[in-house]
């Protein structure tokens, strides 16, 4: 998001963009691309979709520009806000096979008019690595979804689901009905496993981000002294009525004793 606002914030004095010195553009983006060592490529299009300056890895990964939804979004008139784009994997050039995901904002004309956009695209691996860093148990999940239900990425990553919209799933029934922020315990749509979730929107409320704990595994802790406790509580419980039937057995005989 920082890196997007800074290139349009920066473009913006250039005037119109169908009409600015690509030269200046490109010189915009190299700039900040050395202090965006998380992102893949830092692009401009101006309000034709005509990329005005991007390196060859935003080329690689979107053939087709003019395709782009999160482009078509802007034009249609969002205001100046961040939109999360739906993953897509590149099927050219370097970044071969790899899932990336454009973060983008608009760019408008010295008049208020759509000028353009200005994005940075994400490769997913970088979002993996730091969810698998997070180190949940065997049995956790953590994972970034837009605000339509795409879901953009999920560790441990599964390739299925990634790009696919998850919007009838319990999170989202949640996010309906209980707010931006909540937890709920139910299975998974994508394994069937069920887990303690929580959840929240994030991203100027443009993605939400969830973590799950396996259920039996965040509970076993709490099982382990539950039983351990109970078994405690049956012990004393035993020496006690073992110890009372004792006294009444004593207490039988002395009794009989005295009556003989």
């Known amino acids: 998001d920082l890196t997007t606002r800074t290139v349009a914030d920066s473009i913006t ?23 965006a060592l998380t992102t893949k490529a830092i692009f401009v299009m101006d309000a034709n979709a005509r990329v005005l300056a991007a390196p060859s890895a935003f080329m690689t990964h979107v053939p087709d520009p003019a ?12 205001g100046n806000r ?4 739906p993953p897509r994997r590149s099927d050219i050039g370097e970044g071969r096979e790899r899932w990336y995901v454009n973060v983008t904002r608009r760019i ?5 008019s759509f000028g353009g956009i200005s994005g940075a695209a994400l490769s997913i691996d970088y979002l993996l ?5 997070l180190r949940l148990g065997k049995g956790g999940a953590v994972g970034l979804f837009t605000t339509d239900g795409i879901l953009i990425a999920r560790s441990p990553f599964d390739e299925t689901f990634i790009g696919r919209d ?3 799933g319990t999170l ?18 994508t394994d069937g496993g069920t887990r303690l979730t929580a959840y929240r929107r994030a991203a100027d409320d443009r993605a939400v981000v969830y973590v799950g704990l396996g259920e039996d ?17 049956l012990l004393a419980m035993a020496l006690f009525a073992g110890g009372s039937a004792l006294v009444l057995r004593h207490t039988q005989r002395q009794r009989a004793w005295s009556e003989r």
């Open 166 to 168: 998850l919007s009838g």
């Open 172 to 189: 989202f029934r949640h996010l309906s009905t209980a707010g931006d922020r909540g937890r709920f315990t139910a299975p998974y749509t």
């Open 108 to 112: 408008d004309n010295p008049d208020g």
């Open 67 to 78: 395709t782009l939804p999160e482009f078509e979004q802007h034009r249609r008139g969002d």
């Open 13 to 35: 004095p250039l005037g119109r963009l169908e009409e600015a010195d690509p030269a200046a553009v490109r010189t915009v983006l190299a700039n900040r691309q050395t202090r």
């Open 129 to 133: 690595a730091f969810y698998d860093a």
């Open 217 to 233: 595994e965040a509970l076993a802790p709490w099982r382990a002294r539950l039983l351990f406790r109970s078994a405690l509580g």
């Open 82 to 85: 961040l939109i999360v784009g």
